[in-house]
């Protein structure tokens, strides 16, 4: 029986976020819209079976076509990466990092990562997380005069403590990773250097950021973001050595059986990402986010760092005499999605922080150009100008209009194409 007949309720849930999602302007830089494939692969059977193990050496019978499906995945993150290892079995961004401290650490050893209020994930050692609580973190951040990692004190930081394990990467920075960088400092102290790419693991793939193969020691990543993928995660290493130190920290370290719906659509996702569409899709992600920052500082904006050079845009409001969370529940309003952040230094809190952070992959996947990231600035600046004032509820009314507009003109991969 269909949805629809079980449970009406939930299916008319599903619908209605199938049309938020289609009459929203997505500019969360951690969101994408993926294919009917991907969206297909996910809702499938696979779902019904357990798998714990590896392919050829698990623990369950009647393998014979999911060991198919896991080898494939991993054949295409091997050829997408141009690594020699990938485990496509963890659930999610965070379990991936926990598997990378579960293979080269144990509690209470120092461990180095960027701090959350700086960009940083926080399982790269914050200290509400497992990996801030059970280990000894040391925290790098941005520079104040450019808003840019300071490799400097990355350094000195590394030289003075000697961790165990590096962290690069990170879920709010707008610049390029200096992946030859981190690898020399995690080389001259011994430390395994791990590059969490989860944010631009889609412009690696699409040639439109530089990869950290042949730099990092492992790389985790989601596979949702950039990637356009579904909700997982995967980890890639080059030597035997920490690819076995990986797979054992998966399975049985962390996790049971896999969730084979998301390793076939996680397949699928990347055979889609290895197509020229991809490439193409990669660097107008960043031509995108370029368009939007240059428009949004025209418009008075004070950007950290001063611009992108990847999918994500991190907007300090203070000059605007707004905080972030106000300013992105009027947006929402307004059909423009995003998420309030914490900016570096910020003086407000993370609940209630100066910041609106972001990005580009989700219009890029609908097909807008450059043309639509200057009218979405000038939506937001009209926006967040009108609630500086206090006075913004015909202007969210008459720019949710607009919006509408606009969206209806631009399909919905996976919804309405
Ligand atoms: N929640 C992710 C993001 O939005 O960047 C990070 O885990």
């Not at 989860?198 to 985790?220: E, Q, W």
């Not at 600035?377 to 606009?406: F, P, Q």
Request: net charge negative; with cysteine.
């Amino acid at each position: 029986m269909s949805l629809a007949h079980v449970d009406p309720e939930i299916a008319e849930l599903i619908k209605a976020e199938e049309r938020r999602q289609a009459d929203t302007v997505k500019l969360i830089p951690s969101e994408n819209y993926v294919s009917k494939a991907v969206l297909e692969a996910t809702g499938t059977v696979l779902t019904n079976k357990y798998s714990e193990g590896y392919a050829g050496k698990r623990y369950y019978e009647g393998q014979q076509v999911i060991d198919q499906i896991e080898t494939l995945a991993i054949e295409r993150a091997k050829a997408l990466f141009g690594v020699r290892h990938a485990n496509v079995q963890p659930y999610s961004g965070s379990p991936a990092n926990l598997a990378i401290y579960m293979a080269f650490a144990s509690p209470g050893d120092t461990v180095m990562g960027m701090g959350l209020p700086f960009g940083g994930h926080l399982t790269h050692g914050w200290s509400v997380s497992a990996t801030g609580k059970w280990f000894n973190p040391v925290r790098y951040g941005v520079r104040r005069d450019t808003g840019r990692i300071d490799m400097d004190e990355v350094r000195d930081l590394a030289r003075e403590h000697r961790p165990k394990l590096i962290f690069c990467g990170g879920t709010a920075i707008p610049r390029t990773i200096d992946f030859p960088a981190f690898a020399e400092i995690a080389r001259e102290v011994g430390a395994v250097l791990a590059a969490d790419i989860a944010h631009i693991a889609g412009l690696v793939a699409g040639g439109a950021h530089p990869s950290p193969v042949g730099h990092a020691d492992v790389i985790s990543t989601t596979t949702h973001k950039t990637l356009r993928g579904p909700r997982g995660a995967m980890l890639m290493a080059d030597s035997d050595e920490h690819a076995t130190a990986l797979n054992k920290a998966v399975f049985p370290g962390l996790q049971g059986g896999p969730h084979n719906h998301t390793t076939a659509a996680i397949a699928v996702a990347l055979k889609e990402a290895a197509a020229p569409e991809f490439s193409a899709y990669a660097h107008q992600v960043v031509a995108n986010a370029k368009a939007l920052a240059d428009e949004l500082l025209a418009r008075g904006f004070d950007l950290v760092s001063g611009g992108t050079d990847n999918h994500l845009i991190l907007i300090d409001l203070t000059s605007k005499g707004v905080a972030g969370k106000p300013a992105a529940q009027a947006l929402d309003r307004a059909g423009l999605e995003t998420n309030y952040n914490t900016v570096p230094f910020d003086p407000r809190k993370p609940f209630d922080p100066s910041g609106l952070r972001i990005g580009t992959p989700s219009v890029t996947s609908r097909g807008m150009g450059e043309a639509e990231m200057r009218q979405i600035a000038a939506w937001m600046d009209e926006v967040v100008t009108a609630v500086a004032k206090g006075d913004a509820e015909d202007v969210i009314t008459r720019v949710h209009a607009e919006v509408s507009a606009l969206t209806g003109k631009y399909p919905t991969p996976g919804l309405t194409a």
